[in-house]
C-alpha cells in the first residue's frame, strides 16, 4: 500500500483540449475524480457527448468520475462593438444602453444584455467590466441609458462581463435557459448542478425542485460569486449539497483585498454544516500557456487544501490550455505535499452537539475511536454516500472507504475529502456476512493487510438509507479473513 494516497478531489473542466482522442483516459489517469460540464460555452448536444465520454473513459480506466453541469447563470454582458473592439480614455464618456435595439457599440456608447440595470444602478456607483480591467464610474440614469465616465485607459471588446462593485443587482440566479439546462443535465444523467450567482436559500431550493422534477437527484453546487450571496451564506450553504468558493466574479464584486478571508470563511462554514466544498478560479491560469504552476499558484492550492477544501478545480488550465494533462498532474502533486504537511486534527470540541440523527452519531463516534485506537481504515457501507461524507468532515489521518452498490452514491463521493469509492453489492447479506465479504474483498485488492484494524460502518437495514446505525472494530485475520474486536 502506498505510503500517501492523495484525499482532496480534483475537479477539471472539459472543453476543446481535452476532446482530442487519448486526453480523456489521460486526464482520469492522472488524478481528475470530477469533470464539469460549463453550459456557458458549447451546444448542450456537444456537453451530452463529453459526459458520454466521460463515462467510457471511467469504464477503461477503471475508476469513479463524477459529472458536474455548471448553469450559465444570470451574467451581465455588453453586447457587440462595430469593430469588435474599442479603445478607451480616462475621463471620457461611455454610454451603456440598456434596450434590446441597441446599435453596435463605438467609442461612446454600447449596449447591454440585462435590460433591468438602470433601475439597479445610481450615479456614484462603479461598474466593473472584464473581471475588473474595465472601470466605470455612473454619473447619470436616464431612462434606458446609464451615463458613465470611464476612470481608466483600456481596451473593451465584445460580450464582456459586467459587475456592480458591492454587488445589489436584484436578478435572480436561474434564467429562463437556465431551467432549460437544469431538464437538459438530467437527461444527461449527471452527478452535479451548479447555480451561478445564486443569492439565497431560495434560488437553491428552486434549482432542486426543477431538477427533481426531470428526475434527477443530482448534488445542488451553490455557486458563491455574488456580494449577496455572502450576507446569506449560512442560509445558501444550509440549503447545498455542496458549495463553490466561485473567486472570479467574488473578487470582482467584493475586491480582491477581501477574497483570501472570505475564501477561509466559506471553506470553514461549509465543514460546519457538513457540507462539500470546491476552491475554484485561475488556481493554476499560468498553466494555460506554461509547462509548470507559478510558485504563487503553489501556494494558493496548498493553502486551500491546508484550510480544508474538498476539491480543487480547474477551468480554462483544462478546457483550453496547451498542457491539461500536466496542469491536472501539477494539481495532484501540489495537493499530496501540502497534505503531507499537516498532522490530522480532528478537533471534537467544535463537533455539533445538536445531533438528531444516528448516522451522524456513528459517524462522530468512529472518528473519536480511530483517532484514539490507532485503525488502518474505515470502511462505510452506504447506499447514499451520506456516512461517508459525515465521516469527512473531520480531518483525520485514516482513509474512509466508502463502499456502495449505487454508481450515483460512488459518483457524489467522489467529491468528497479522504472518501475513496469503492463498488460493493450487500443485498442479501446480512450485517456480519457483508463486513467479512467487504474486509476479503479490499484484502485482494491491496487495500488491506494482515492484522491491519478496521472500523467498520453500517445498518441493520442495508438497503435503507440513512439506515446506519453500527460500528464495529474488526481486524483482517489469516486470508482477509474479518474478525471482530468490538461493537457498539
Known sequence: MSEHRRRTRILATLGPATDPPGVLDALLRAGVDVVRLNFSHGDPSAQALRAQAVREAAERVGTEVGILADLPGPKIRIEKFVNDRVQLRAGNRFDLLAREDAPLGDETQVGVSYLGLPDDVR????????????????????????????????????????????????????????????GIAAQIGVDFIAVSFCRNAEDMNEARRIARSHGSDAAMVSKIERAEAIENLTEIVEASDVVMVARGDLGVEIGDAELPGLQKKIIRESLLRNRVVITATQMLQSMVDSPIPTRAEVLDVANAVIDGTDAVMLSQESAA????????????????????????NTDFEKAPRDIDRADQAIAMATMFLSEHVGVRAIVAMTESGGTARFLSRFRSSVPIYGLSRHDRARRKMAMMRDVFPIDFDSRGMATREAARAALEAMF?????????????????HMENQGATNTLRLLQVGGGGKAEGLGEL
Do not use: W
Open 321 to 344: 490550455g496547451n498542457y491539461p494533462v500536466r496542469a491536472v498532474e501539477a494539481m495532484a502533486r501540489i495537493c499530496i505535499g501540502a497534505e503531507k504537511q499537516f498532522e490530522a
Open 444 to 460: 485482494k485488492a491491496g487495500l488491506l493487510a494482515e492484522g491491519d484494524r478496521v472500523i467498520f460502518t453500517s445498518g441493520d
Open 123 to 182: 450615479a456614484g456607483d462603479t461598474l466593473l467590466l472584464d473581471d475588473g480591467v474595465v472601470q466605470l464610474q455612473v454619473t447619470a440614469v436616464e431612462g434606458e441609458r446609464i451615463v458613465t465616465t470611464v476612470l481608466n485607459d483600456c481596451v473593451l471588446s465584445n460580450r464582456k462581463g459586467l459587475n456592480k462593485q458591492g454587488g445589489g443587482l436584484s436578478l435572480g440566479a436561474l434564467t429562463e435557459r437556465d431551467k432549460e439546462l437544469i
